[in-house]
C-alpha cells in the first residue's frame, strides 16, 4: 500500500491517465495507483438528446423564447461522446411499465403533417424510457434506457482501459400542464427496483462500482469514501458508476430502509454528512467552490457543471468553465464538446487535452 501511494503521488498533473507517456511522472504503474475520485474529466449534460425539429421550436419559442434558448442544444450519439473523450453521461429516464404512454407526443401531434420525421416505435414498449420534457423535447439518439446502456456497454467492452464513466440518472416526474399532455408517473419502490434491473441486465457486477464494493465492511458508505474506499484505477479501469441525481424525497423511496445503499446498483445525491454520502451533484462552480473542495477533499466523487442553458455558449464566457475545472470535481459537465457553430467557438475540453487527468485538488 505505501508503495502505491508513492508511486500515485509521482503523477505528473497534465499526465493523460488514459495513455500515459511513459515519461517520469506519467507512467502506467503511477496512475494506476490513483484512487478512481483523484481523477478529473469532461462529460455531457442530457447526453442522449437530440435537436427539437424546426416547426416544434419555433411553437415553443413563439410562447417562451427564453425556454426556448435553454432547450437548443443537442448530442452525438453516446458511443461517439465516449470515443471523443466523454467519461460521464446524464440520462434521463420516465417509467412506462405498460408501454405507449409517450408515443404520441402532443408537440408532435401540434405539428401535423407538418411534424419532421422520427420514430417512434421503441417507445410503444413496456419499460423505462428516455426523453427530457415529455410531449415537447423527447427525441433521444437512444430512446430507451435499456438501449442507452446497451450502447454504453458495447463501446465499454471495445476501450477496456477507460477510466471510470459516470453515468447519471434524472428520474423525470409529471409533465406539462397544457390540455393533452401525458404526466409521467411518480417514481415508486418498483420503479427504482426497475431500474436497478435494467442496469444489471446490461452490466454484470464486475463491469460496476457499487456503492457495496465501496463501502466494504465499513459502517456506512460516508464511512468508507473518508477511509479512502474507493477502488483504485488499476481496478476500477473499464467499469461504470451510477448515480442517482435525484431530489430528497426520490433518494428516500430509492434507499428505502437501507442504513447506507446496501443492494443498490447507483449512488445517490445526498448532503455530505449522510451515511450514503459518497456522490454529490454540486452544479454552480462558482458559488460552490468552497464546498466542491471540501466534499473533494472528504473523500466524496462531485459533479459540476461548466455551462448551462446555452447561455455561456452564446455569451462566449468561460467563467463557470475556469472555475468547474479548477475546483475538483471530478466530472465536469457540459453542453459543448465541441463548438455550436451558430454561437461561435466555445468548447470545454481539459487542459492539454485527454479523456482524463489527475485531480487538481487531490
Not at 91 to 96: L, S
Not at 134 to 144: A, E, F, G, H, I
Not at 218 to 226: F, P, S
Amino acid at each position: 500500500m505505501l508503495a502505491l501511494m508513492l508511486a500515485a503521488a509521482l503523477v505528473s498533473p497534465d499526465c493523460d491517465l488514459e495513455r500515459p507517456s511513459g515519461a517520469p511522472g506519467c507512467t502506467r504503474a503511477a496512475v494506476d495507483a490513483l484512487p478512481m475520485n483523484a481523477i478529473q474529466a469532461i462529460g455531457t449534460h442530457n447526453s442522449y438528446k437530440l435537436a427539437i425539429s424546426a416547426n416544434e421550436m419555433a411553437a415553443i419559442r413563439a410562447v417562451n423564447p427564453r425556454q426556448a434558448d435553454a432547450l437548443d442544444y443537442s448530442h452525438r450519439p453516446l458511443a461517439e461522446q465516449l470515443a471523443a473523450g466523454a467519461r460521464q453521461l446524464e440520462i434521463d429516464i420516465v417509467d412506462d411499465p405498460q408501454g405507449g404512454l409517450f408515443a404520441r407526443p402532443l408537440g408532435r401531434r401540434m405539428a401535423g403533417a407538418a411534424a419532421e420525421p422520427y420514430g417512434l416505435e421503441p417507445l410503444k414498449a413496456p419499460g423505462l424510457k428516455v426523453l427530457h420534457v415529455p410531449d415537447v423535447d423527447y427525441r433521444s439518439t437512444c430512446p430507451t434506457f435499456l438501449g442507452c446502456l446497451r450502447e454504453i456497454r458495447a463501446w465499454s467492452l471495445a476501450n477496456p482501459e477507460h477510466v471510470p464513466i459516470l453515468i447519471l440518472l434524472n428520474l423525470k416526474e409529471g409533465g406539462l400542464s397544457w390540455p393533452g399532455a401525458v404526466q409521467a408517473p411518480a417514481f415508486d419502490a418498483a420503479a427504482m427496483d426497475r431500474i436497478d434491473a435494467e442496469i444489471r441486465q446490461v452490466f454484470p457486477e464486475e463491469a460496476l462500482v457499487t456503492p457495496d464494493q465501496v463501502q466494504g465492511r465499513h459502517a456506512t458508505l460516508r464511512e468508507a469514501v473518508g477511509a479512502g474506499g474507493w477502488p483504485r484505477l488499476a481496478a476500477a479501469r473499464g467499469r461504470v458508476m451510477f448515480a442517482c441525481d435525484c431530489p430528497p424525497a426520490q433518494v428516500a423511496v430509492y434507499r428505502g430502509e437501507r442504513r447506507s445503499l446496501e443492494g443498490r446498483a447507483a449512488f445517490v445525491n445526498v448532503e455530505e454528512t449522510s451515511p450514503a454520502a459518497a456522490y454529490i451533484t454540486l452544479n454552480h462552480p462558482v458559488e460552490d467552490a468552497g464546498r466542491i473542495r471540501t466534499a473533494v477533499e472528504a473523500g466524496l466523487i462531485v459533479r459540476t457543471r461548466a455551462d448551462a442553458d446555452t447561455w455561456e455558449a452564446r455569451k462566449g464566457d468561460r467563467t463557470r468553465q475556469a472555475a468547474a475545472l479548477a475546483s475538483g470535481a471530478q466530472y465536469v459537465s457540459t453542453d459543448y464538446m465541441e463548438p455550436d457553430p451558430r454561437f461561435g467557438p466555445y468548447s470545454v475540453e481539459l487542459p492539454g487535452g485527454g479523456a482524463a487527468r489527475p485531480n487538481p485538488v487531490r
